[in-house]
């Protein structure tokens, strides 16, 4: 009974974030260069890593709150809805870096954005210029549904997946990796856990409404100004300990 509930749960709130974000975006014709540029800036730069086809309106409350504390906040625009082979988009990525002459960055990513940030720093030219991600949500270890959608982006989510593969033996840059992932989430395999990485579980339920998680806003904010601390993800964080 308690799956179906999750289920029901995961079905219901999750599609209410997936048509909200995007269409108050469109309703408001929100530019991702606006977040690029406050008032007054401080380091680091952040950069957007949205899931499969995302766009970076499924993280502009993230970009918001990042905004209003004074971090530049990117959007790689080349990255379009994010359809594309992991390797291809994290060379769009890692071009931006460079065009951009971007230093020092922490890469905030969703879902299949958390493979792409690890490519990024694992194995392009540009991976020195991350100093850290924080993930969301993201299939390292790959998803129960990529042997049976139908479509060639999802396939490369299958836990055997040469990409996945390659990604997994990148452990040396795990340590810069902090990974969120919900308690229950049906998309992606359980117990999304990397040797060397902060992992941080959440006693949350879904793959989508997490991203307006107050514990999650702090745990990227924290991770973004250089004051997170891993002991704090030793357990996992309880809905009931939220910050209001």
């Known amino acids: 009974m308690r799956e179906v ?22 309703l408001t014709k929100a530019e991702a260069a606006r977040y690029a540029n406050p008032p007054h800036p401080r380091e680091p730069h952040v950069v957007l890593l949205p ?25 790689v625009a080349d990255m379009g809805h994010n359809s594309g082979p992991v390797h291809e988009m994290a060379a769009r990525v890692a071009r931006y870096l460079e065009e951009n ?59 055997r997946h040469p990409t996945l593969s390659m ?16 308690k229950y989430d049906p998309l992606i395999n359980p117990h999304e856990y990397m040797d060397a990485a902060t992992n941080v579980p959440l006693d949350a339920i879904g793959h989508f409404r997490i ?15 250089g004051s997170y601390r891993a002991d704090d993800a030793a357990e996992p964080v309880p809905a009931s300990a939220a910050p209001a």
């Open 5 to 26: 509930t999750n289920l029901v749960d995961f079905g219901v709130n999750d599609l209410a974030y997936i048509i909200r974000w995007p269409l108050m975006g469109h």
């Open 51 to 75: 899931g499969v086809y995302e766009t970076w309106q499924f993280l502009r409350p993230i970009a918001k709150m990042l905004h209003d504390q004074g971090y530049p906040v990117h959007a």
């Open 101 to 159: 002459d971007l230093r020092g960055v922490v890469f905030v990513a969703h879902s299949k954005g958390g493979l792409i940030g690890k490519y990024v720093m694992g194995h392009t030219r540009a991976g020195e210029r991350v100093r850290q991600m924080v993930s969301v949500n993201s299939p390292y270890s790959g998803s129960s549904f990529a042997h049976v959608i139908p479509m060639r982006t999802v396939r490369h989510f299958h836990p």
């Open 167 to 182: 990604l997994n033996e990148s452990a040396e840059v795990n340590a810069r990796i902090v990974s969120i992932c919900s």
């Open 211 to 225: 991203l307006k998680d107050p514990r999650v806003f702090e745990t990227i904010l924290a991770v973004v100004s």
